[in-house]
């Protein structure tokens, strides 16, 4: 009898163990792949966690003069699943559309181009938020920079807005780039006194700069919202 009780123990004691084992398993999936989302998850992701609000639409626009490097910043704000590798010029604009738990993100990446640029103006209401883009390698381009910059800050549907504006001095790898502190300067950033503003040194390429902006933005945004 005492043996067959042994037998019954151990028979239960194994059992116990396999179960224990495909339920670790099983739980060990779940934090590979929990990891995993996380990994994937882009910079307007977090930017939503960090906001807590349901269901908000955001709408940005991104701008600034051709090459700067708009879409690649776009491309690098997007979940990692859905990053394209082979970044083309913008032609007239595009939309990309982000969904959360919390918020939906539209990004309006318009084309920097001459004869494009007159388009900016037609979504300056939907905006609130812009990212404006300066390549502080072209120096000879700053001026015109300057240029369409004090033409979006006075277009009456911007002028009289308390809209969140934040730029990146990009391409801060290029030899002899500008700082951030010199491309301010040369944009007249200090003389904007009814507008939120911030300037970021950013290497789109290498992602690197974005997430310094995108933390500056998401406390605006708070703000706007609550």
């Known amino acids: 009898m005492k043996t067959a009780i042994c037998h019954h123990v151990d028979f239960f004691t194994?059992?116990?163990?396999?179960l224990n084992n495909k339920v670790g398993r099983v739980i060990e999936a779940i934090i590979s792949e929990t990891s995993g989302i996380r990994r994937k998850m882009g910079l307007f992701d977090?930017?939503?966690g960090w906001l807590g609000l349901k269901k908000k639409e955001v709408n940005v626009l991104c701008l600034g003069l051709d090459n700067s490097g708009k879409t690649t910043i776009i491309n690098h704000l997007k979940p990692t699943n859905a990053q394209t590798q082979d970044i083309v010029p913008t032609i007239g604009f595009s939309i990309e559309k982000f969904k959360t738990s919390s918020l939906s993100f539209t990004v309006f990446d318009m084309s920097g181009q001459g004869r494009?640029?007159?388009?900016w103006e037609h979504y300056y209401k939907e905006g609130q938020a812009i990212i404006f883009v300066v390549d502080s390698g072209d120096k000879l381009r700053m001026v015109v920079a300057k240029e369409e910059l004090d033409t979006l800050l006075n277009?009456?549907?911007i002028k009289h807005r308390r809209i969140p504006?934040?730029?990146?001095?990009?391409?801060m790898d290029v030899r002899d780039a500008l700082s951030s502190v010199k491309v301010s300067q040369l944009l007249c950033l200090e003389n904007i006194k009814d507008k939120p503003w911030h300037i970021c040194a950013s290497?789109?390429?290498?992602?690197?700069?974005?997430?310094?902006?995108?933390d500056w933005l998401q406390d605006q945004?708070?703000?706007m919202k609550t």
Do not use: W
């Open 116 to 119: 494009y640029r007159n388009l």
């Open 165 to 171: 504006l934040l730029f990146f001095a990009n391409k």
């Open 14 to 18: 194994s059992g116990v163990c396999m």
């Open 221 to 223: 945004i708070r703000t």
């Open 46 to 48: 977090k930017l939503a």
């Open 203 to 214: 290497d789109a390429v290498k992602g690197e700069g974005l997430q310094e902006g995108v």
């Open 155 to 157: 277009h009456p549907d």
